[in-house]
């Protein structure tokens, strides 16, 4: 079950890229964002109440939904959407990969958990591999002023992430289920972040076109319905440093889909980063040995 789910956040997150870049034209991205987590919210909160599965979630829990929209669902996309303004997307693929370690670190600090050997090898090869992988784009971009505020920028949106994730794992901790949380989550987020278009004076435009509409159903239902749904799935029964590491490996997908439908060519360099995406990926996953004690002696 959870390698079903880590393959369909896998291939739905590394696919993605193509709907994000569908939605550039005459509406703002931060409005196509309301958009996009608005109709999530509601498409989530109708399964739910036509099912009868909305769990009641009482002050606390929804000050938790709360922080974890403005977490997941409006900072984050905020933050990665200018740092990419200032720094390559392969620069910030490689920062949002260290989220695996922060989740790490996070749960380490939060909730006590011993940080597996396992997973720390598996994050870092994972990073290297990104880095090999982005290499030409890396090299090619000399350090400035501008630099400096993408990567902070992106580090924001990452930490901002991985707070997400801890947030989620306390509600699931709690019982309350992703289904129910991520509607929530997705409703205050939205409404944050269509404020924050309020007071900046955002115009809400929209593209009566198959172009914005087929992408933007295609963000709203597989990309954040099924595939957040799936993800904080797994961070309630994985833990949230091995679920993270669906950030590395889906820039790998994305790039295999852009060998595709846009030309991508691999490089040596490239492959070499497959490969330790794979590698990483391999140790992530892997069960940590047990030491048996040998009968006759202390353990």
Known sequence: MNISLHLLTVLIWGTTWI???LQLGEVAIPVSIVYR???AALILFVMLLVSGKLQKVNRRGQLICLAQGLCLF?????????????IPSGLVAVVFSTS?????LSARLFFKQKIARNVLAGGALGLAGLGCLFWPELSGHSASRETVIGLGLALLGTLC???GNMLSSLQQKAGLRPLTTNAYGMMYGAAMLCVYCLV???????????????????LVIPGSVI??????????????????????????????VSAFAEGYQWTLPALMG??????????????????????????
Do not use: D
């Open 274 to 299: 497959l490969v330790l995406v794979m590698l990483g990926n391999v140790l992530v996953f892997s069960k940590p040995r047990v030491v048996m004690p040998v009968a006759g002696k202390s353990a």
């Open 100 to 104: 695996t370690l922060w989740n790490a």
């Open 200 to 218: 900046s004076g955002t115009p809400f435009t929209f593209e009566w076109n198959p172009r914005y509409i087929g992408s933007l159903l295609y």
């Open 227 to 256: 595939g957040f749904t799936a993800y904080l799935t797994l961070v309630g029964r994985m833990g949230p440093e091995r679920a993270a590491y669906c950030t590395v490996l889906f820039p790998v997908v994305a790039l295999n």
């Open 74 to 86: 409006c900072v984050n996309f905020m933050c990665f959407l200018h740092a990419s303004q200032w």
């Open 19 to 21: 709907a994000l870049k």
């Open 37 to 39: 987590f608005g109709l």
């Open 161 to 163: 992430f991985s707070a």
